[in-house]
């Protein structure tokens, strides 16, 4: 038998053909029709469920919530919490001219409560009698977290809407949009962004005879969309489609804002951690911290943490593993360049110091001048309305802790909060890091009650009076 091995033949040629021939063979039994056979080929990519068919789970291993229980249990607990009628002011209008300003206060009381009684009891009566109005206002997804957009800027910014949580205070109480831009270096020329939401297909039009080449520079980073946490092309995004990310002028659109909310990253556990509404930048030249409860000390550390951290719920390896972009020393001086000539809207009724140009104002703004100074100038004095400074409130004097410790307990210390400036305030609804004061009403309502200045209701009126004009 042995001698038989050397019939069979064994050349590179004929190994080749026999490899052929098996390969062929292999093609018919596989291309016989079979039960339940898979689909193949580049379909299987097309007809893959996306979030809004089927959930993925998130970053933290969880499937995506139901978005429509989710906005249910969130407009349940704002209108426990609010009169959203959505009031505004007859005549008084945002820098841009086109939205009225929100009047309030819209925190609802208890019965028999009113905000002259209020204003007279103790922190801790209000706290034992459960009444304070303005306690922390919770993110929809306070497990999960995430930039939301609202979607008067949804509608026309692709790739920012969410599938598991949608924006929930109405617009009647948010800036206008798109805000105008105001610049330091032409403020001549007004709203320079004439009324058009910037974007990375217009900037170079509407800024080619205002801008320098470096501003520009900088303008076009800030239109980059970069990933984030929610908003990217893994398959733990909180999209329905992979995308980009989102851009610093998605979140402080026109060098302002519209409002939109996220989770402080630097709090822990989760369900501790604060809601923030995005703040202005404008009159950012004017201010030595950033950012309503991190008070970074410039523009440039704020971009580099904001980067490395803040759009990833604080978590270093998510950033790294979804794509964080990192600014080089002359991106991040570009983008600084652009964001401090952003100007504070034009206030004709403030003189050249930034206080009330009495020949212009009336007796109500006068007397809201003299009540502002009493209770509010040590923190915002004139001419840029802060102090450059970080105070404690201490809100937490005033309601039982609604976090992760046990309900009953005194409420959890808010901590130290930026002192914003009141530049163009009446531009800038919702109010406080988190956004829990709709109105000016509101802020006006909360102060009197935290710095215990038991104003009558003529002084807080005037002082509301003042406000607008700043």
Same mark, same amino acid.
């Given at each position: 038998?042995?001698?038989?091995?050397?019939?069979?033949?064994?050349?590179?040629?004929?190994?080749?053909?026999?490899?052929?021939?098996?390969?062929?063979?292999?093609?018919?039994?596989?291309?016989?029709?079979?039960?339940?056979?898979?689909?193949?080929?580049?379909?299987?990519?097309?007809?893959?469920?996306?979030?809004?068919?089927?959930?993925?789970?998130?970053?933290?291993?969880?499937?995506?919530?139901?978005?429509?229980?989710?906005?249910?249990?969130?407009?349940?607990?704002?209108?426990?919490?609010?009169?959203?009628?959505?009031?505004?002011?007859?005549?008084?209008?945002?820098?841009?001219?086109?939205?009225?300003?929100?009047?309030?206060?819209?925190?609802?009381?208890?019965?028999?409560?009113?905000?002259?009684?209020?204003?007279?009891?103790?922190?801790?009566?209000?706290?034992?009698?459960?009444?304070?109005?303005?306690?922390?206002?919770?993110?929809?997804?306070?497990?999960?977290?995430?930039?939301?957009?609202?979607?008067?800027?949804?509608?026309?910014?692709?790739?920012?809407?969410?599938?598991?949580?949608?924006?929930?205070?109405?617009?009647?109480?948010?800036?206008?949009?798109?805000?105008?831009?105001?610049?330091?270096?032409?403020?001549?020329?007004?709203?320079?962004?004439?009324?058009? /939401?910037?974007?990375?297909? !217009?900037?170079? %039009?509407?800024? $080619?005879?205002? =801008? @320098? *080449?470096?501003?520009?520079?900088?303008?076009?980073?800030?239109?980059?969309?970069?990933?984030?946490?929610?908003?990217?092309?893994?398959?733990?995004?909180?999209?329905?489609?992979?995308?980009?990310?989102?851009?610093? /002028?998605?979140?402080?659109? !026109?060098?302002? %804002?519209?409002? $939109?909310?996220? =989770? @402080? *990253?630097?709090?822990?556990?989760?369900?501790?951690?604060?809601?923030?509404?995005?703040?202005?930048?404008?009159?950012?030249?004017?201010?030595?911290?950033?950012?309503?409860?991190?008070?970074?000390?410039?523009?440039?550390?704020?971009?580099?943490?904001?980067?490395?951290?803040?759009?990833?719920?604080?978590?270093?390896?998510?950033?790294?593993?979804?794509?964080?972009?990192?600014?080089?020393?002359?991106?991040?001086?570009?983008?600084?360049?652009?964001?401090?000539?952003?100007?504070?809207?034009?206030?004709?009724?403030?003189?050249?110091?930034?206080?009330?140009?009495?020949?212009?104002?009336?007796?109500?703004?006068?007397?809201?001048?003299?009540?502002?100074?009493?209770?509010?100038?040590?923190?915002?004095?004139?001419?840029?309305?802060?102090?450059?400074?970080?105070?404690?409130?201490?809100?937490?004097?005033?309601?039982?802790?609604?976090?992760?410790?046990?309900?009953?307990?005194?409420?959890?210390?808010?901590?130290?909060?930026?002192?914003?400036?009141?530049?163009?305030?009446?531009?800038?609804?919702?109010?406080?890091?988190?956004?829990?004061?709709?109105?000016?009403?509101?802020?006006?309502?909360?102060?009197?009650?935290?710095?215990?200045?038991?104003?009558?209701?003529?002084?807080?009126?005037?002082?509301?009076?003042?406000?607008?004009?700043?």
């Amino acid at each position: 038998m042995k001698h038989l091995r050397h019939l069979i033949p064994t050349t590179p040629v004929v190994v080749a053909l026999l490899w052929i021939a098996g390969c062929a063979a292999l093609a018919q039994e596989t291309a016989k029709p079979r039960n339940k056979q898979p689909a193949s080929g580049p379909d299987i990519l097309e007809s893959a469920p996306t979030n809004t068919s089927e959930p993925r789970p998130t970053a933290e291993g969880k499937p995506l919530p139901n978005r429509d229980e989710v906005m249910r249990k969130q407009r349940q607990y704002l209108e426990q919490r609010y009169d959203l009628s959505g009031r505004t002011h007859p005549t008084i209008r945002m820098s841009g001219g086109r939205k009225p300003i929100p009047v309030g206060p819209t925190a609802r009381l208890p019965q028999g409560v009113t905000w002259e009684s209020l204003g007279q009891m103790s922190p801790e009566e209000i706290r034992q009698k459960k009444i304070f109005p303005y306690t922390p206002l919770w993110h929809p997804l306070q497990e999960v977290g995430g930039m939301v957009f609202p979607p008067v800027q949804t509608k026309v910014v692709d790739g920012l809407e969410r599938v598991d949580v949608g924006f929930d205070l109405p617009d009647a109480y948010l800036p206008e949009f798109p805000p105008a831009l105001f610049v330091t270096n032409r403020p001549d020329l007004g709203d320079v962004s004439k009324g058009q /939401l910037i974007t990375l297909q !217009n900037f170079e %039009t509407l800024f $080619q005879d205002v =801008l @320098t *080449p470096f501003q520009m520079e900088g303008m076009r980073l800030l239109l980059q969309k970069t990933t984030a946490q929610r908003h990217n092309l893994t398959l733990d995004r909180s999209t329905a489609k992979p995308v980009e990310g989102v851009s610093c /002028l998605d979140c402080h659109v !026109n060098g302002h %804002t519209t409002g $939109q909310f996220h =989770l @402080t *990253p630097d709090v822990r556990p989760q369900s501790e951690r604060f809601r923030l509404d995005t703040t202005s930048l404008r009159g950012v030249f004017a201010q030595t911290r950033f950012g309503s409860k991190r008070t970074l000390r410039s523009l440039e550390q704020f971009v580099q943490t904001e980067e490395n951290s803040a759009y990833f719920d604080g978590d270093i390896s998510l950033a790294e593993r979804k794509g964080a972009r990192h600014f080089t020393d002359r991106e991040q001086m570009a983008m600084g360049h652009m964001q401090n000539i952003i100007d504070f809207p034009p206030a004709p009724k403030l003189d050249i110091q930034g206080k009330l140009d009495r020949t212009k104002a009336t007796e109500s703004e006068v007397r809201g001048e003299a009540v502002f100074n009493k209770h509010c100038a040590s923190c915002h004095p004139a001419p840029f309305y802060t102090d450059n400074l970080a105070h404690d409130l201490r809100v937490e004097r005033f309601y039982n802790h609604v976090g992760s410790t046990p309900m009953g307990a005194k409420g959890r210390a808010e901590g130290p909060i930026k002192t914003f400036t009141l530049r163009g305030i009446k531009d800038s609804p919702p109010y406080l890091h988190d956004g829990r004061l709709l109105t000016l009403e509101d802020t006006v309502e909360f102060f009197n009650l935290v710095l215990q200045s038991r104003m009558s209701q003529q002084e807080k009126a005037d002082l509301v009076e003042f406000l607008r004009v700043l």
